[in-house]
C-alpha cells in the first residue's frame, strides 16, 4: 500500500495569516494516462464528514474558495491556506487514489492561534 | 442537489449482525462508484471498498476482505456494508462516498453511521 505522511500533525496560525500543510507519498502518484498526480485533499469539521477540497493535486472543487491552493508532484504536495479565515477551523486529510487501495494521510489538526 | 443520506446510529454486541445503507439521490446512482470509509474515534480515514451500482462490481481492501461485505440495489439506489459478527474493534463512524470512476477522489460523502459494539 502507498503510505501517505502529512506534517505537521497539528498547526496554529493567526487568523488572516498562511497556513501550510504538506503531504508526502511513499512512491508517485502520478497517474501516467492523463500525466495528473491522483491527489486530493479533504476539510473535516468536528462531527462533520470530509468535505472535498481538492483533486488531481491542484485543481478546487466547485464552491471552494480561492484562498485553498493544492500544489506539487510525484511524492510531494502542499495545502496552503492563503489566509487563514475562522471557519477553517479543521482537520485536514490527503488522498492518493493512484493505487488500490486508495490511502490517506494520518491528518492535520489546523487551529487559530 | 447529489446527496447521500445513510442510516442512523447503531449500538450492537460483540458477535450480532448489523446491515447499515447509503441512499443516494440527485444523480444517476448507478453511475458512480460508492466506497465505504471507516473513521475509528479520534483518528483517521481508512477505505474498507467499493461498489459500482451499476453491475455490482466491487473491490475491497486486504484489510477488510472477508470482515465486511459490501453489496447494492440500484433499484432503490441504496448501498449497504454488512457484518456478520460484529467485534469491539469494529466500533467507529462508517461513511459512504461517491466517486465517478475507480480512480477518482470522493466528492459526496454521507453524513456518517456510527456504529458501537460493546457487550
Known amino acids: 500500500d502507498i503510505v501517505m505522511t502529512q506534517s505537521p500533525d497539528s498547526l496554529a496560525v493567526s487568523l488572516g495569516e498562511r497556513a501550510t500543510i504538506s503531504c508526502k507519498s511513499s512512491?508517485?502518484?502520478?497517474?501516467?494516462?492523463?500525466?495528473?498526480?491522483?491527489l486530493a485533499w479533504y476539510q473535516q469539521k468536528p462531527g462533520q464528514p470530509p468535505k472535498l477540497l481538492i483533486y488531481?493535486?491542484?485543481i478546487r472543487e466547485s464552491g471552494v474558495p480561492d484562498r485553498f491552493i493544492g500544489s506539487g508532484s510525484g511524492t510531494d504536495f502542499t495545502l496552503t491556506i492563503s489566509s487563514l479565515q475562522a471557519e477553517d477551523v479543521a482537520a485536514y486529510f490527503c488522498?492518493?487514489?493512484?493505487?488500490?487501495?486508495?490511502?490517506f494521510g494520518q491528518g492535520t489538526k489546523l487551529e487559530i492561534k | 442537489e447529489m446527496q447521500l443520506v445513510q442510516s442512523g446510529a447503531a449500538v450492537k454486541k460483540p458477535g450480532e449482525s448489523l446491515k447499515i445503507s447509503c441512499k443516494g439521490s440527485?444523480?444517476?446512482?448507478?453511475?458512480?462508484?460508492i466506497s465505504w470509509v471507516r473513521q475509528m474515534p479520534g483518528k483517521g480515514l481508512q477505505w474498507m471498498g467499493s461498489?459500482?451500482?451499476?453491475?455490482?462490481?466491487?473491490r475491497h481492501s486486504p484489510s477488510f476482505q472477508g470482515q465486511v461485505t459490501i453489496s447494492a440495489d440500484k433499484s432503490i439506489d441504496t448501498a449497504y456494508l454488512q457484518w456478520h459478527s460484529l467485534k469491539a474493534s469494529d466500533t467507529g463512524t462508517y461513511y459512504c462516498?461517491?466517486?465517478?470512476?475507480?480512480?477518482?477522489?470522493?466528492?459526496?460523502w454521507g453524513q456518517g453511521t456510527m456504529v458501537t459494539v460493546s457487550s
Open positions: 462516498a461517491r466517486h465517478v470512476v475507480i480512480r477518482s477522489a470522493f466528492d459526496t
Open positions: 440527485g444523480y444517476r446512482f448507478d453511475n458512480y462508484w
Open positions: 461498489i459500482y451500482p451499476g453491475d455490482s462490481e466491487t
Open positions: 512512491q508517485s502518484v502520478l497517474f501516467s494516462s492523463n500525466n495528473k498526480n491522483s
Open positions: 488531481w493535486a491542484s
Open positions: 488522498q492518493q487514489y493512484n493505487t488500490s487501495p486508495p490511502t
